[in-house]
């Protein structure tokens, strides 16, 4: 199977298996002509990796729990290691886009949003950090 058929196959852009085959991520094998020939086991690894990045693994995450997927004599602690820590980055994210989310709802309502060119919005992103709005 050729990388535009990987690319169906799994759902992901060539360039994006490119790279993964850059990284070492995944080694398709060669045609005499140079082209990449990916067999099921390299579509399996593309969709392992996908469906990982796809719940926000970083790509050096995808790289331990791939080697994990292959090592069957992993323990399920070292995947759920992982797993943990990653949930616990997710969290954090979810707390800023929270704080976010409220900072911007007082500020579009404390904005008339009318013809006048006083704006609450502006101003508070003109204020450095650490500094209060005047």
Known sequence: MNIGDAARATGLP?????YYED????????D??????????????????????????????CRALLAL??????????VKRIAQQHLELVDAKITELQAMR???????ESCAGDHRPDCPILADLA????????
């Open 69 to 78: 997927y292959q090592d069957k004599d992993r323990a399920s602690a070292d």
């Open 14 to 18: 060539a360039k994006t298996i490119r």
């Open 102 to 108: 409220t900072t911007l709802g007082h500020l579009i």
């Open 32 to 61: 005499d002509n140079g082209y990449r020939r990916f067999n099921d086991n390299d579509l399996h690894k593309l969709g392992f990796i996908g469906r990982a990045r796809s719940l926000g693994f970083t790509i050096e995450d």
């Open 127 to 134: 204020v450095a950090p650490g500094k209060e709005a005047s």
């Open 23 to 30: 990284i070492g991520l995944v080694t398709p094998a060669r």
